[in-house]
């Protein structure tokens, strides 16, 4: 099954690219204060500033999509309704799970809300990365 996969790398860039938008409006339009009650700073306090917040999350994604771009390949997924599809199932129930995972941790305030408000991200930018993957190349 892995011998012959091919990674898509322009997909792969897309796909970075995509999540990299998507992570900077979502984690500070749509749920910036938020956030912040979930992690129990205050409503006012600034983002995280420096270079992890900045490379580490775009590292983790670049290994997240190269991933799902060996399996695309493997699996032989090549119509987009597939590539969502992939998307969904790696969304829910890999990324999905893995946040409600790590949110059950004493360090969050409101471990429940924290992964309830981070799934969403995580779930559309597996979809993205299934649909980028598959439409671009």
């Known amino acids: 099954m892995f011998t012959d996969v091919s990674v898509n790398w322009w997909g792969v860039v897309v796909a970075l690219v995509a999540l990299t938008i998507l992570a900077g409006l979502y984690f ?9 009650s979930a992690v129990g700073r205050p409503d006012d306090a600034p983002p995280g500033a ?5 490379a580490g999350p775009l590292v983790c994604n670049l290994a997240t999509v190269a991933t799902s771009a060996v399996l695309i390949s ?5 119509e987009l309704a ?8 790696v969304g ?3 990324l999905i799970a893995m ?4 949110s059950i941790n004493p ?3 409101r471990p429940v809300f924290y992964a309830l ?3 969403p991200y995580f779930f559309i930018g597996s979809l993205l990365t299934g649909a980028s993957l598959v439409l671009v190349g």
């Open 28 to 36: 500070t339009v749509v749920i910036g204060k938020v956030y912040n």
């Open 50 to 54: 420096g270079p992890l917040f900045i």
């Open 74 to 78: 493997a699996l032989e997924i090549n």
């Open 82 to 89: 597939d590539g969502l599809l992939f998307g969904a199932i």
């Open 92 to 94: 829910a129930g890999y």
């Open 99 to 102: 946040v409600f995972q790590i």
């Open 107 to 109: 360090v969050f305030a």
């Open 117 to 119: 408000i981070n799934a």
